[in-house]
């Protein structure tokens, strides 16, 4: 037996992983919140001025008061340690898009030569890590390491719990020595803040003068594939880079969509309810659950919260999951296409707004056609994604995700907004002259008796559509699994600022301060955005040859790949964006374009190597010891005067040439190298990625034909289908 034939055999002879607690006396609910130093949790620790202070910071994004920094950073310390705590760590999320942290002991020597724990205001407040050390797009120099970790006090602190031990983590934004900002977080504060100064233009104009913080709102559905940790020890190709660059299709895929919603293999449910209750205790409110398209893949999606604490929940989401697949001896892949030719995963970031006064922003309600205020919200998402539809396109470009945008299985490269059928006739209504009537919800009756009748909506779904409205929020569809959702969360704050920033200056333009004049001016301003803007709204099937002509003919730009996408950061009009609102300046903008396009040519960089290796250390030798095999049964049939038949070990012998041809033609493109990072990004897209696709073609041929015990690499079948 060969080393792959070993792993299925064990695979097979798995036992089922025995629970660590009784869950019929420990009920996961319960544990909500157990590990985060949380509003409730500070309430009772904290004098009541602190408190006050601490919570009108959180719920309103004022300043934070330094002076009471110490007498938080005791509190925390104490609950901390009760928890088992005996390191506390800074949490960042740098240009990578994953998670840093750097741990230090609460322990301080005394001069009697015990130890005591100390954990003071300065140090919750601020760290030091080297900031030239991540991605910084220039920035910072190697000989310029200087960087601050600075304390998110809108992101409650949570113990993070190991087997040996256990830790406080403090989120916290990351910037330079020079003060700009290095990560993911900044610019959402930032973006969050810009839009609330917005927003609350409309809120007046609508008399509401509560002036209670108005914050984005985020519920990211998150895909991933599980696989067994055993397969994926003979898989180089899935350890180095989250996906498999070789292997044929199985003869079973997802064509029969049984794997859809269906049962939960128990090892994957056992993994499931662990993650879950990890999630819980960090107060991470995760609700759905379910098997996804294709076999092997599932979904996990939360309820919302604000863009900021949702933004830190996610990534703490995919730490978990790759955690906790390790204790039942899975991997967890997040690759947005780690199996070729069968559904790739995507991050769906459901999108919100409201406050305490108002509720959710985006709530229609049963007569949207009377609901200006929700209409002239609406408005401003349609205007911001025409204008900066390219900017949406740019902020989900990476190399996993041009596997998965356009291929059937996610949106394309194209930005439209779905409206659904209700809220396109009530705009449509607009640009006529005014609307006087909503598309009524109805009732289904399913003609059974002993069931009962079932609420209709107003509007169908389309899952086709890159920014979709389902009901009450915007989904935008086209995030990579992989990615960070912070990038378009900080997009879509900032085109909506933007956006709403203009229909209050129109609308109080129009009346002049004379508030009898609002519902016109509204009508004047929608109308007036309907006829500019229109051309965004798209209800039909996304994925059709006829949408892409449609789409060129109303001057929607279609950018296919990342080298094509990520140049708009640095277009004229997103500078002046994102400098105007005070998000992101020319200079960090800069570094993130350099940043992204680096991490885009590494990317490539590291699957052309890793192509090169396996073709020439596994598939070859594999092929050749068949090529053996055959070429010896045929030469003693041939000695013996029996027929024999030689077409096998000739298309062998002709793919084996094919291969050597491939990988050579790859190391040539590979050695192409620019000064010019768009030159190298593009052609690392335009010929290293094809060469690439030209070995794994005649490697994917070669499997179909080698004998299945001289295979090594485990095939999609073993994948995908063993659990």
């Not at 031990?165 to 900002?181: K, Y």
């Not at 995030?479 to 709403?500: R, Y």
């Not at 309907?530 to 001057?555: C, M, Q, V």
Request: hydrophobic content about 40%; glycine content about 6%.
């Amino acid at each position: 037996m060969n080393a792959r034939s070993k792993a299925v055999a064990a695979i097979n002879q798995r036992k089922p992983v025995e629970t660590t607690i009784n869950f019929k006396e420990v009920y996961s609910i319960d544990r909500f919140g157990a590990n985060v130093f949380s509003m409730s949790v500070m309430k009772k620790r904290l004098p009541k001025d602190i408190f006050k202070s601490v919570k009108n910071t959180v719920d309103n994004f004022t300043k934070l008061d330094p002076a009471i920094a110490n007498v938080v950073a005791n509190a925390m310390k104490d609950w901390a340690i009760e928890k088992g705590a005996t390191h506390y760590a800074h949490v960042f999320f740098p240009l990578t898009g994953a998670t840093a942290e750097k741990h230090d002991s609460f322990l301080v020597p005394d001069l009697s030569g015990n130890a005591i724990a100390e954990f003071s205001g300065k140090t919750l407040i601020q760290g030091e890590p080297d900031a030239s050390s991540f991605p910084n797009g220039g920035l910072r120099q190697t000989f310029e390491a200087r960087g601050y970790t600075a304390w998110d006090v809108t992101s409650p602190a949570y113990i993070m719990e190991n087997p040996n031990g256990a830790t406080l983590c403090i989120p916290t934004a990351f910037l330079s020595w020079t003060g700009e900002a290095l990560d993911k977080k900044t610019p959402i504060l930032r973006s969050m803040q810009a839009l609330n100064t917005q927003a609350q233009r409309i809120l007046k104009l609508f008399g509401d003068h509560s002036n209670k913080m108005i914050a984005a709102t985020c519920g990211a559905e998150q895909e991933y594939f599980l696989v067994d940790k055993l397969l994926i020890s003979l898989r180089p190709d899935i350890q180095a880079t989250g996906r498999a660059l070789f292997g044929a299709a199985s003869p079973k895929g997802q064509e029969f969509d049984d794997h859809y919603f269906g049962a939960i293999p128990d090892r994957v449910i056992a993994f499931m309810f662990d993650v879950e209750r990890e999630l819980y205790k960090l107060g991470i409110p995760v609700k759905t659950r379910h098997n996804e398209v294709a076999p092997g893949q599932f979904e996990i999606a939360p309820i919302f919260e604000t863009a900021n604490l949702a933004t830190d929940h996610q990534q703490l989401t995919m730490v978990t999951l790759k955690k906790v697949a390790k204790k039942y001896n899975m991997e967890c892949l997040l690759h947005e296409k780690p199996f070729a030719g069968v559904n790739g995963s995507g991050k769906h970031v459901n999108y919100s707004l409201g406050n305490e006064s108002q509720g959710n922003l985006l709530d229609p309600g049963e007569t949207p056609h009377e609901n200006a205020q929700f209409l002239v919200f609406c408005a401003a998402i349609i205007r911001g994604v025409h204008k900066y539809s390219k900017l949406l396109r740019a902020v989900v470009a990476s190399a996993g995700n041009d596997h998965r945008l356009g291929a059937n299985e996610a949106p394309p490269a194209i930005i439209s907004i779905f409206l659904g059928e209700q809220l396109a006739d009530v705009f449509e209504q607009i640009k006529n002259g005014g609307a006087k009537s909503s598309k009524k919800a109805g009732v289904m009756n399913i003609g059974v008796d002993a069931l009962p009748p079932l609420p209709m909506d107003a509007g169908d779904r389309n899952r086709t559509s890159p920014f979709a409205f389902t009901g009450n929020r915007f989904e935008f569809r086209a995030v990579g699994a992989d990615q960070s959702v912070s990038g378009p969360l900080v997009a879509i704050n900032t085109i909506f600022a933007e956006s709403i920033d203009y229909i209050a200056t129109e609308i109080e333009k129009i009346m002049a301060g004379d508030a009898s004049k609002l519902n016109s001016a509204v009508q004047d301003v929608l109308k007036k955005i309907i006829d500019e803007h229109g051309a965004i709204i798209f209800n039909g099937d996304n994925y059709t040859d006829e949408w892409h002509k449609e789409a060129a003919r109303r001057g929607l730009p279609n950018l296919k790949t990342t080298p094509e996408a990520l140049p708009v950061l640095v277009d004229d009009d997103v500078k002046v964006l994102f400098e105007k609102y005070a998000v992101l300046s020319t200079v960090e903008l800069d570094s993130r374009y350099e940043t992204y396009l680096e991490q885009y040519i590494k990317k490539i960089a590291v699957e052309s190597k890793v192509t090169v290796e396996m073709a020439d250390t596994v598939a070859y030798p594999a092929a050749c010891r068949y090529q053996k095999e055959l070429a010896e049964s045929c030469l003693k049939m041939k000695e013996l005067g029996l027929e024999y038949d030689d077409v096998t070990l000739k298309d062998l012998s002709s793919l084996i040439k094919g291969l050597k041809s491939a990988v050579g033609d790859l190391k040539k493109k590979m050695a192409h190298t620019s000064s010019d990072a768009l030159d190298e990004a593009k052609a690392c897209c335009g010929q290293i990625a094809p060469a690439m696709k030209n070995v794994r073609d005649v490697v994917d041929q070669l499997e179909a034909i080698v004998a299945d015990d001289l295979w090594p690499l485990p095939t999609y079948q073993e994948m995908l289908f063993l659990k």
